[in-house]
């Protein structure tokens, strides 16, 4: 048995998580009755990842900015800048994705007991209360908007401290890190439960009426991902970007497909960065930073489903409308997290530019929530593996001007 779990630890996690899909799958179409015992195994992961990852990134951050020493330069106004341009090359993409291929919805209920926000200033109303969120709450509520100010925060304040205090935090740090890669280990059994789960208790009838306007949406994140980010990408380290593109894709955007959350992923997306050999003292910060502003896939889907909702309506869209489109999508992308529903329910507020109704728009919500096992966790994968594509490139490109000095 010892010498089987040695063997099996040595096989690389994506093929090990593959496995976990097909036998989540066969389980799912032989023995669809036994989702409590099965999907428990995906809850298990996706929760423990959860629990874990709010207070690695405190420490991560914290220890990371404490030892930080002056002349030391990161790369983090460049990776916030990457951010900033790819989500808001994300809400073009969808914007003329959807006038190429304009969708028509059969529209539904089902999304009458959600709120979404009246405004964009609620929606960064939210934020900033995030950002002052007592520390505490943020860490049982995983608002890592509050975590990352309160990290901040303590590193700064500790940077005076004794080395024996920052040999500490750094003891943290690490010892938390290794749990995490015990959870991680445990993908495979994790993911096979959360694809039982979503075969056996959705199936995926429910899609094929809305075939056409997944089409337009998983079709606009994919030529995100492997067309506009690469070219971000090339333009900033003027070299082959895919070998990077893909590596990202590959370990961090199928583990954020699975668990469907950017929180849960940071983990998964820590370890990638430290196998790219990447300046610790700016993923520990650009990486829980990008899970929570970096939303391409946010902003895909915003633009998208607004527009499905105003081709529907034979509602004509002039050319300044579209641009405030894009740009409210990238906005509002950013700030999705500090709301409760995330980038769905900003839909009616973008719907709001074009003076569709809220009772409209929330029915377009719930169109959102019936696609949701697909678009939710394409969105969550392309959003996930940027933050890392991203964090790599800034390096990347720094160290290419460096040597070119």
């Known amino acids: 048995m010892k010498n089987l779990l040695n ?19 066969i389980f799912a179409l032989t023995i669809p009755n036994a989702v409590s015992w099965i999907s428990i195994f995906g809850e298990l992961f996706v929760g423990a990842l959860k629990a874990a990852a709010p ?9 990371a900015i404490s030892k930080h020493k002056q002349g030391h330069k990161t790369n983090m106004k460049s990776v916030i800048a990457l951010y900033a341009v790819g989500t808001f090359l994300a809400g073009l ?18 999304a009458d007991n959600l709120t979404p926000p009246s405004g964009i200033l609620e929606v960064l109303e939210t934020v900033l209360f995030n950002i002052v969120d007592n520390p505490i709450n943020a860490l049982i509520n995983a608002n890592y908007i509050g975590i990352l100010v309160w990290a901040v925060l303590f590193g700064i304040a500790l940077k005076g401290a004794s080395e024996s205090t920052k040999n500490m935090l750094e003891s943290f740090s690490n010892a938390i890190s290794t749990i995490v890669k015990w959870v991680i280990n445990l993908a495979p059994l994790g993911i096979m439960g959360l694809v039982f789960n979503a075969i056996a208790t959705n199936g995926l009838s429910a899609l094929l009426d809305y075939g056409k306007l997944l089409l337009v949406l998983l079709g606009s994140m994919i030529f995100v991902a492997l067309i506009v980010n690469p070219i971000v990408v090339f333009l900033s380290i003027r070299q082959n970007p895919y070998p990077l593109v893909l590596t990202c894709l590959k370990e961090s955007g199928i583990t954020a497909f699975f668990t469907r959350s950017s929180a849960a992923n940071i983990p998964v997306n820590m370890e990638l960065c430290k196998k790219l050999d ?5 993923y520990s910060v650009s990486i829980p930073l990008g899970a929570t502003i970096n939303m391409a896939g946010a902003a895909v889907t915003i633009s998208v489903l607004t527009l499905a909702a105003v081709h529907t309506l034979n509602i004509e869209v002039d050319m300044i409308t ?24 900003l839909i009616p507020l973008a719907c709001s530019l074009f003076g569709i109704s809220n009772d409209i728009a929330m029915q ?12 939710d966790s394409c969105e969550t994968a392309l959003n996930s593996s940027t933050d890392v594509l991203y964090t790599a490139t800034a390096e990347y490109a720094k160290n290419r001007r460096d040597e070119a000095k």
């Open 7 to 25: 063997k099996w630890s040595h096989v690389s996690l994506v093929k090990r998580i593959l496995i976990g899909i097909m036998i989540g799958t």
């Open 55 to 63: 207070i690695l990134v405190l420490f991560l951050v914290m220890h």
């Open 93 to 110: 993409t969808g914007v003329i994705a959807s006038f190429l291929f304009p969708v028509n919805l059969s529209l539904t209920t089902g």
């Open 278 to 282: 990447l300046d610790k003292n700016t």
């Open 322 to 345: 579209a641009v405030l489109l894009i740009v409210l999508s990238a906005v509002s992308a950013a700030g999705a997290s500090g709301v409760a529903g995330g980038s769905l329910l």
């Open 364 to 375: 377009v919500v719930a169109v959102g929530f019936i696609i949701g096992v697909l678009q």
